[in-house]
């Protein structure tokens, strides 16, 4: 850790001051949670932006923190957006009317995300994740690592969805293919996969060569026929408020009448209007956490919803599983990427970790029928 600042020279802002007292942080102190202030640019970066000048101020190395998931945590589970309005009201009126007003997640930017996130760094992503690239929630309650979590994961949504051998699957989102592979090789169904990703276009048909898959560079919304199945992992969360009604309806118009719908997606404890702007400018661009009112709302008429499993805190252990991968694999990352994107990705990692912790983060799997589903669901956990 660099050298903290003498903050006794300067002036600390008493809003700032006032906020990291409320939840037991320090400016300069001695637990690991306390931010350590390396720069006094970093108070008016916190002044002006709130959240996204504290994420821009550690990329920039104004300041730092032994546990930034601890401090990152505390912030979170006492959730100060409102105290903050009085600072930063105009970026956040912008960032709230811009949401309302345009539609982020429209057919003419959907592809936006994958450009910007997905189809960069895959050297990072194939350090940081498990061995079949799963970038969503793992399972953890049999597993001690995270290849097993993921693995675990993979088999409790076949199970969910309850495959059969010859069935068709649609997975709409399907990453780099490990998925589909899976529930190909282990359930003998045909499956669909489409990303908006060149990358993850590219590797998954690679991965899945010589399996019953079939991988696609498509917008869900121009997909046509119909499926016994459907799943969808880590992708509802960049379909965005305004398309809600759209996706439902799309994967209700593509699951044969006696299917299963399962969507694996994170969700937010309470209805949003907008995503965090640090997350949404550097990670995650034009992305909406949804609430299981939204969903409720939005599936409404299209779906029954026959199961709901809600697995948010494993998403913190998964989260710390990549941190630590990412950490462990960075000598051979560093030729390649700068200090500003090493501490970018360890903001973007245990700040989501953080976002989990505190609960305001949901992981939920929630399983659809149609009206005319002629079977009884019951409910599958391992």
């Not at 850790?1 to 300069?28: A, C, D, H």
């Not at 720069?39 to 002044?47: G, M, T, V, Y």
């Not at 992708?235 to 399962?262: C, T």
Request: net charge neutral; proline share 2%.
């Amino acid at each position: 850790m660099l050298k903290k600042l003498e903050i006794e020279k300067y002036r600390i802002p008493t809003i700032i001051q006032e906020i990291f007292n409320s939840v037991g942080i320090v400016i300069n102190g001695s637990n690991p949670w306390d931010i350590q202030i390396l720069n006094e640019r970093a108070f008016n970066l916190i002044l002006s932006k709130w959240s996204l000048g504290l994420g821009e101020g550690y990329m920039r190395g104004y300041w730092d923190c032994l546990d930034l998931e601890g401090f990152l945590y505390r912030l979170l589970k006492h959730d100060h957006n409102e105290k903050i309005r009085g600072f930063a009201n105009f970026n956040l009126l912008y960032e709230v009317m811009r949401a309302k007003l345009l539609n982020l997640q429209s057919k003419s930017r959907a592809f936006m995300v994958g450009q910007h996130h997905y189809d960069v760094g895959q050297d990072v992503f194939a350090a940081m994740l498990d061995k079949e690239m799963m970038y969503s929630c793992a399972y953890w309650e049999h597993a001690h690592d995270l290849d097993k979590a993921q693995l675990d994961k993979m088999e409790l949504i076949c199970r969910k969805l309850q495959l059969k051998a010859g069935e068709s699957l649609l997975e709409i989102g399907c990453g780099w293919g490990g998925f589909a592979r899976y529930a190909a090789q282990n359930y003998g169904v045909r499956v669909l996969g489409v990303t908006i990703s060149q990358e993850q276009y590219r590797i998954a048909k690679q991965k899945c060569g010589g399996e019953n898959v079939e991988i696609l560079l498509s917008d869900y919304r121009d997909l046509e026929g119909q499926f016994d199945k459907i799943v969808s992992i880590g992708m509802f969360e960049h379909v965005g408020e305004k398309n809600y009604q759209k996706y439902f309806s799309v994967a209700s118009r593509l699951l044969a009448d006696n299917g299963i719908f399962l969507l694996h997606t994170i969700g937010s404890d309470v209805t949003t209007l907008r995503t965090d702007p640090w997350i949404e400018k550097y990670i995650f661009p034009n992305g909406k956490i949804p609430s299981i009112g939204e969903i409720g709302i939005a599936s409404e008429g299209h779906f029954i919803v026959e199961d709901l499993q809600n697995i948010g805190l494993d998403y913190e252990k998964t989260l710390l599983a990549w941190h630590q991968k990412f950490i462990s694999s960075w000598p051979s990352l560093s030729y390649k990427y700068d200090s500003v994107f090493y501490r970018m990705w360890i903001y973007y990692l245990l700040g989501c970790a953080a976002y989990f912790k505190s609960r305001q983060g949901q992981l939920w799997q929630l399983v659809f029928t149609k009206r005319n589903f002629s079977g009884v669901y019951r409910s599958i956990r391992m």
